[in-house]
């Protein structure tokens, strides 16, 4: 299915879409373009709030850009790998039966999936700043990456 189609997908049914996602042969450049996808979204929702912090503070617009490109595209991956690695563990350790594949497919997967509360999370950072509407948002997208990555690794762990 189209990407676009498959996020849709994952708000009626995460584990049904990760499911999709690991019948198709194992491969690990596309779990790496899942990741990267979610994290050079990830990296264009604080746009509008570094813009914002540019204004406000009179801080170089593209010195702060290029800070969080470096920390979103090329050190937020790593962490990644270690966290679904850790999931991976600890859903073994639970008697899960996945493969280590598969709990990074559910990770990277609840990332690109949740970017539309990311995308929603940045604009409200860039045009409302900090209050209850961030709060709301940010907690909102929290409750729904989590959702997505424990369905997904039910779907992974135990089928």
Do not use: K
């Amino acid at each position: 299915m189209a990407l676009v189609t498959d996020i849709v997908a994952t708000y009626r049914g995460p584990g049904r879409v990760v499911g999709r996602l690991l019948a198709a042969p194992m491969n690990e450049g596309r779990a790496l373009a899942l990741l990267m996808g979610g994290c050079v979204v990830l990296f264009i929702a604080r746009w509008p709030a570094l813009a914002r912090q540019a204004h406000l503070q009179d801080d170089d617009l593209q010195m702060l850009l290029g800070s969080s490109l470096f920390a979103t595209v090329f050190m937020l991956p790593l962490l990644f790998y270690g966290l679904a690695f850790l999931g991976h563990l600890i859903a073994r350790a639970l008697g899960g039966q996945g493969s280590a594949y598969g709990a990074r497919v559910a990770l990277f997967w609840a990332l690109l999936a949740s970017s539309p509360l990311i995308l929603l999370n940045g604009l409200v950072a860039g045009f409302i700043g900090p209050g209850v509407q961030l709060t709301i948002v940010g907690v909102l997208w929290t409750v729904v990456f989590a959702w997505f990555w424990i369905a997904g690794m039910r779907r992974v762990g135990w089928g």
